[in-house]
Structure formats: structure tokens, C-alpha cells
């Protein structure tokens, strides 16, 4: 059963930056589409950014230019460097695994995750 816990969350003011870590218990995240998803109080859970197999990513339009998520398949970790952040970017900052090494159309659907974080709490104030 694949484990994964995030760390890295915080509060920071706005135009500051975080970097999310994800660590993955066995097997390598190597043949896994993995994904950071997010949810703000009182909305429904998004997807940020994706990055599968061969190390393409995808990232929603908010994020683009700002995020960076990246893996490391030696370290069976997954990350996401977030800068600029605004207050908007604040809530509940999950790591996902997809069994199956590409992600799919985006936006990508999190019913199609196998597993799934605890979260990390991220706060942008103004």
C-alpha cells in the first residue's frame, strides 16, 4: 500500500514562497502520474499541477508562471515550489498517485487517484 506524507506547509505573506514536499512509501513513484491537488475552506478540491512518467507537467492556469512541482524518483519524493504566493492560494495542499504512469486529459479528475496525502496546511496573508 503506497503511503504518502506531505510537508512544507505554512503561513507566509503575500509574494512570498513555500516548497511542498511529498515522501512515498513503496513502490517508486517512477511509473506513477502524481499530482498536487488543493482545497480552500468551503470549495471543492482542484487540481495545480500534475507531472507524469517522463517528467511532463501540467499546471492550472492560476498557478502557471508561479508553481513548479518536480520529482525526485531516487528519493521517491515529490515537490512543489510555490512562489508569489497570494491569498488566494491558501487551503489544504495534497500529493496524489495515479496508478498508471500518465496523467490524462487535463484537468485531470481526482477520482482517477489512487492515493492520496494527509495535506498540508498553506496561508497567504495579505
Known amino acids: 500500500q503506497m503511503q504518502l506524507v506531505e510537508s512544507g506547509g505554512g503561513s507566509v505573506q503575500a509574494g512570498g514562497s513555500l516548497r511542498l514536499s511529498c515522501v512515498v512509501s513503496r513502490p517508486t513513484i517512477r511509473n506513477y502520474c502524481m499530482a498536487w491537488f488543493r482545497q480552500a475552506p468551503g470549495k471543492e478540491r482542484e487540481v495545480v499541477t500534475t507531472i507524469d512518467m517522463e517528467g511532463a507537467t501540467k499546471h492550472a492556469d492560476s498557478v502557471k508562471g508561479r508553481f513548479t512541482i518536480s520529482k525526485d524518483n531516487t528519493r521517491n519524493a515529490l515537490y512543489l515550489q510555490m512562489n508569489s504566493l497570494q491569498p488566494e492560494d491558501s487551503g489544504m495542499y495534497y500529493c496524489?498517485?495515479?496508478?498508471?504512469?500518465?496523467?490524462?486529459?487535463?484537468?485531470?479528475?481526482?477520482?482517477?487517484?489512487?492515493?492520496w496525502g494527509q495535506g498540508t496546511q498553506v496561508t497567504v496573508s495579505s
Open positions: 496524489a498517485a495515479k496508478s498508471f504512469p500518465y496523467c490524462g486529459s487535463w484537468p485531470v479528475r481526482e477520482t482517477d487517484f489512487n492515493y
